[in-house]
């Protein structure tokens, strides 16, 4: 940022506001420091911005593989909802394995993500699942039947659309992260066939 004020001949407070879109900066300021930043092709260290911020925009997506059709369209579904949110999407996949599934929990806490989506390898009691709890993490489970839901689920049935899916899932854990004390909810999206076991 040094370098744009320096180029613009603004302070570096100036520079701060016009990047954070403050009203109050002289329009002269702004185009001068608008011109900067194109000159020096200076782009935005989101890491640093973030941090000042004090919130991430990251979301994590834990799902046990990606080679499913279904996981894999849902995985772009909530890619593009999860973007039109202003956020980035930061997927992983635990090949059906619940070791690794709580590793990959584990990392996204250590990165701090804002919230988690999950499609667990074998539900909502897995030591993944406990660990995020314990976090405190906003979490979503999404998965295929609904066996005493622990957290935040949506439900699916056995053709699911998976827009809706989606959908549903960023908007569930947007809602937790906005209100994170509110108690579990569990959504169903398309049809749910009964378990008779």
Not at 38 to 54: M, V
Not at 78 to 88: A, K, M, S
């Amino acid at each position: 940022m040094r370098n744009v004020a320096a180029y613009a001949g603004v302070s570096i407070a100036t520079v701060s506001k016009v990047m954070q879109g403050e009203p109050t900066v002289l329009p002269e300021n702004v185009t001068k420091v608008q011109n900067a930043i194109e000159a020096l092709g200076y782009r935005i260290n989101p890491l640093g911005a973030e941090l000042r911020r004090g919130r991430r925009n990251l979301v994590g997506l834990i799902v046990p593989s990606f080679e499913d059709a279904l996981v894999a369209r849902l995985v772009m579904k909530l890619e593009l909802e999860i973007e039109r949110r202003g956020h980035v999407l930061f997927a992983a996949c635990s090949h059906n394995d619940e070791s690794r599934e709580t590793d990959i929990a584990v990392r996204m806490l250590d990165w701090r993500v804002a919230g988690v989506i999950v499609y667990p390898v074998k539900g909502q009691k897995s030591p993944a699942a406990l660990l995020l709890a314990d976090a405190a993490m906003p979490a979503v489970f999404v998965q295929a039947r609904s066996a005493a839901p622990r957290f935040d689920t949506i439900v699916f049935g056995a053709h699911p659309v998976v827009a809706e899916l989606a959908a549903a899932s960023v908007e569930m854990l947007f809602a937790r992260i906005e209100s994170p004390d509110e108690d579990s909810t569990v959504q169903v999206s398309g049809q749910v066939e009964d378990n008779p076991g």
